[in-house]
């Protein structure tokens, strides 16, 4: 319909421009998504992809089963597919525009399946589709019955080798598309969104983009890096506000689902200033993942996965530092001789100490006790001494030296608590720490 | 219709029996307790709630057979919103495998809520030992689904004042310490009734014990309490 036509029926019709660039990169990311299909991706500009499945056909247990595969997979990116399959390149290619009939698997069929295709969808010449046209030819079917020296003599070469090559009488080798190693994505927002389900709808789909590029090639990332671009309050301004988020997976991860649970636990702490009109993605540090995705045994190792997933929703909303494991430390000062750890990670291999004595609790400070006329220590009630004492005195050497007297001591509401005795100065009681 | 067909129904309950035999706990380490709980133990897949009038009455060292028998079997512990440090060195000396703890230290109360809700469901940690500020009715009940989920053992340590409070907990214990040493009353139990309190001496020595890890996996029931 004519740009003017479209006009006068709609009134409030807003209009884009078509923009090749964004059209071919949108093209070359359908083509790294798809490697995850075959190791044989080419692309066919202005808009079409070109898989060599012959070898993955198998894997899917049909053709119908891959063919449902992708058109689902690229619904869920956002796009409107027509696919076929066929033992040629250019057959599939012009099958998929007819939007027909979808899978072909032998070459003895295609003359008869690609008979009634209109010329039109050959994407032929001008010049040469009109002579056809005036040849009184509109189908494949008529092309083909055709005797091939005349045809040669009055369309020339290349139109023989183009039919020959699209019934497979001559090899139509591809340029495989090898894709850049690394993740770039821009998705312009249909709407300008203010939440963070809205965020994450549209992520969802970057993150699918980002997932099947992954298992093509391999691989994992472990940090990725977000852009929300919002709306402009003042127009005048070229610089656009956005917001950086930086996520930091604690594993390499290529699963889509998984990306989106823990951005989620990020986006929620994430205040935004206006609403976004458009999101950008970026990885560019994919690692090797070695594992099996498609995998028959998919569920081995689960648990871990599990707990990497758990550790990672914790992390994104509560922050790196909330969550942590401990370590005990080879060291006589109680204070020092534990230390937050990575999760998972006591350093069993250092030799440490078994104490006798030590308590579940340790206080963050040691508190400071009063003591009554007796110059007996006192929290909620005087305190029971037990009679042995724990003289721990080390230190020297780093400047940050104790000298102490510990005691387990017994308070009137039943409490075992650590008190301390300093053994210089002025011989204060501390309580260090509660058994609990 | 004789006594044992009425007792094959399924919508007959037996009190005083215990009602679920293929339903096992985790051993408490102590067969006093054990023989008071459903299941012979602390309950899996299922909140218990610990009552108690201030910090450090025996409250961990009651946890502790359980939670080193957890963490040797690879399961994780994970420690939400402690209100000291859980000191690294009495852990090992407990018998607890470091390498399988969590402290999880959350902002804000509604925060700590939510990481408890996540490590219950997560069905990777065995225990998910919570101090929590505040948890109304309704906020108990979600947890209690999630431990149901992720089939934890979730153990909630809160003050006393909160017995009156209803509970969707598999377990309730008050602690009390008395002369007699630490008294333990059974507020709620699955399939029995509160029952009166049973006395933990007083200087069990768990806890501050010192025997190393790998004895510590051998305890049976009752070491060190009688």
Not at chain 1, 308 to 318: F, G, P, T
Not at chain 2, 81 to 90: C, D, E, V
Not at chain 2, 132 to 141: E, P, Q, W
Not at chain 2, 185 to 203: F, M, N, Q, S
């Amino acid at each position: 319909m004519p740009l003017r036509a479209a006009c006068a029926l709609a009134e409030n019709l807003t209009l884009y421009p078509r923009d090749d660039v964004l059209e071919q990169e949108a093209l070359k990311q359908i083509a790294a998504w798809s490697t995850q299909f075959t190791s044989l991706v080419s692309l066919s500009f202005p808009q079409a992809v070109l898989l060599e499945v012959g070898g993955s056909l198998s894997m899917f247990g049909s053709a119908d089963k891959l063919l449902n595969e992708i058109r689902d997979g690229l619904g869920e990116l956002g796009y409107q597919v027509m696919v076929a399959i066929a033992p040629t390149p250019l057959a599939a290619l012009w099958l998929a525009r007819a939007d027909r009939v979808e899978i072909v698997e032998q070459t003895a069929l295609l003359a008869s399946m690609l008979g009634d295709l209109p010329l039109s969808h050959l994407r032929l010449g001008e010049k040469q589709l009109r002579s056809l046209e005036g040849m009184g030819l509109q189908f494949l079917a008529d092309l083909v019955r055709l005797p091939r020296d005349g045809l040669t003599r009055r369309l020339g070469k290349d139109l023989v080798l183009l039919l020959d090559r699209a019934l497979g009488r001559a090899p139509d080798p591809q340029k495989p598309y090898v894709p850049p190693h690394r993740f770039r994505s821009r998705l312009l927002l249909p709407a300008e969104a203010d939440n963070v389900e809205a965020l994450l709808f549209a992520m969802r789909r970057m993150l699918a983009e980002l997932g099947g590029m992954l298992l093509g090639c391999g691989g994992g990332v472990q940090e990725l890096s977000i852009q929300l671009i919002h709306r402009d309050e003042q127009a005048d301004r070229d610089e656009k506000d956005v917001t950086h988020i930086d996520l930091k997976l604690s594993a390499l991860s290529r699963d889509p689902e998984h990306l989106v649970v823990v951005l989620r636990e990020r986006l929620e702490r994430v205040t935004l200033e206006a609403p976004v009109i458009e999101i950008g993605m970026a990885a560019d540090t994919i690692l090797p993942l070695a594992s099996h995705p498609r995998d028959l045994f998919a569920g081995k190792g689960e648990g871990e996965q599990d707990w990497q997933s758990l550790l990672e929703r914790l992390r994104a909303r509560l922050g790196e530092e909330a969550v942590h494991g401990l370590r005990q430390v080879a060291e006589h000062r109680p204070e020092r001789a534990w230390n937050s750890a990575a999760v998972g990670d006591s350093g069993r291999n250092t030799r440490t100490p078994v104490f006798a004595t030590r308590p579940l609790w340790l206080l963050d400070e040691p508190v400071p006790l009063v003591t009554n006329d007796e110059g007996r220590p006192r929290f909620h009630g005087s305190l029971q001494l037990d009679p042995d004492r724990e003289r721990i005195e080390s230190g020297w050497w780093d400047g940050d030296d104790v000298a102490r007297d510990y005691f387990v001591a017994r308070n009137t509401r039943g409490l075992r608590l650590w008190v301390y005795r300093e053994l210089r100065d002025q011989r204060r009681w501390y309580l260090h720490g509660i058994f609990g | 219709m004789n006594l044992d067909t009425l007792v094959q129904r399924a919508d007959i309950w037996r009190g005083g029996g215990s009602p679920s035999e293929n339903i096992t706990g985790i051993s408490t380490g102590l067969s006093q307790l054990d023989a008071l709980l459903p299941g012979g133990g602390w309950p899996r897949g299922a909140l218990t709630e610990i009552l108690i009038p201030d910090e450090g009455v025996g409250e961990l060292s009651l946890v502790m057979p359980a939670l080193a028998r957890l963490s040797c079997a690879s399961r994780w512990l994970a420690w939400v919103a402690p209100p000291h440090i859980p000191y690294a060195p009495a852990l090992v000396s407990a018998g607890v495998d470091l390498s399988r703890v969590m402290v999880v230290r959350p902002r804000s109360g509604a925060d700590g809520l939510w990481a408890v809700e996540q490590t219950l469901r997560a069905g990777t940690c065995g225990a998910v030992l919570a101090w929590l500020t505040t948890a109304d009715t309704g906020v108990m009940r979600r947890l209690q689904l999630a431990a149901e989920t992720g089939n934890s053992w979730g153990v909630l340590f809160r003050p006393q004042r909160m017995a009156g409070q209803a509970s969707p907990a598999a377990l309730r214990l008050k602690l009390e310490p008395t002369s007699r040493g630490l008294a333990v009353h059974v507020l709620k139990r699955r399939g029995g009734w509160a029952t009166g309190p049973i006395y933990i001496e007083k200087d069990h020595a768990l806890a501050g014990s010192a025997f190393p890890p790998s004895a510590a996996r051998g305890v049976q029931s009752g070491h060190g309490f009688q």
